[in-house]
């Protein structure tokens, strides 16, 4: 079994900043790619960013130049750095992570999810 337990969510003013944090556990083999996905209510859960084991990033059009995904591979934990934050990222935000269990199995986990509302 594996969890992703997400941190960082809140409430910020429009132009100000958060970091989120989704740290992996448990019966991990390896991660491959790690990332942020967000939703709101009546839409599809669309693409945040995406980065590799080996540190190679993806990154919806939308977020270009305000957001920044990092990951510790030590720690099994990716971080999502939010700059410029405007009141249409106002979002549940989750983290995936797709990963090779300790007996081999290729599988896509998801967190619970973390609230980020931008509004002053």
């Known amino acids: 079994q594996v969890q992703l337990v997400e941190s960082g969510g809140g409430l910020v003013q429009p132009g100000g900043s958060l970091r989120l944090s989704c740290a992996a556990s448990?019966?991990?083999?390896?991660?491959?790619?790690m990332g942020w996905y967000r939703q709101t209510p009546g839409k599809q859960r669309e693409l945040v960013a995406v980065?590799?084991?080996?540190?190679?990033?993806d990154y919806a059009d939308y977020v270009k130049g305000r957001l920044t995904i990092s990951r510790d591979n030590a720690k099994n934990t990716v971080y999502l750095e939010m700059n410029s934050l405007k009141p249409e990222d106002t979002a549940v935000y989750y983290c995936?992570?797709?990963?090779?269990?300790?007996?081999?199995?290729?599988?896509?986990?998801w967190g619970q999810g973390t609230q980020v509302t931008v509004s002053s």
């Open positions: 995936h992570a797709k990963v090779v269990t300790s007996t081999r199995i290729n599988r896509v986990y």
């Open positions: 448990g019966s991990i083999f390896s991660i491959n790619a």
């Open positions: 980065i590799t084991s080996g540190g190679s990033t």
